[in-house]
Nanobody, 116 residues
Framework: QVQLVESGGGLVQPGGSLRLSCAAS????????MGWYRQAPGKQRELVAT???????NYADSVKGRFTISSDNAKNTVYLQMNSLKPEDTAVYYC??????????WGQGTQVTVSS
């Protein structure tokens, strides 16, 4: 199992920005894809963004143009830069590591609250 530690959540006003970080316990070169998911109260967990080991990215339509996923291979860390935040972005954000046949790992989650 890959250990994932998220950080960077918090309370921010609408229109503000936050950057989430996810540090992995193994080289992210060995991970097929890493991603961010979120779960709001009473809703299912949903995909926010993913990035593959060769740098391909994918975003949910609701965050395109506002969020950016990136990775720092030297630090084994994936980031989610969130700009122009809206109240509907409020959720617990989870980091995910997909190693295909080696399985999937999840972080413990970090709360993001967008409110005035």
């Amino acid at each position: 199992q890959v250990q994932l530690v998220e950080s960077g959540g918090g309370l921010v006003q609408p229109g503000g920005s936050l950057r989430l970080s996810c540090a992995a316990s193994v080289s992210i070169f060995s991970i097929y894809a890493m991603g961010w998911y979120r779960q709001a109260p009473g809703k299912q967990r949903e995909l926010v963004a993913t990035i593959t080991s060769d740098g391909r990215t994918n975003y949910a339509d609701s965050v395109k143009g506002r969020f950016t996923i990136s990775s720092d291979n030297a630090k084994n860390t994936v980031y989610l830069q969130m700009n122009s935040l809206k109240p509907e972005d409020t959720a617990v954000y989870y980091c995910n590591a997909d190693r295909l046949r080696l399985g999937t790992s999840w972080g413990q989650g970090t709360q993001v609250t967008v409110s005035s």
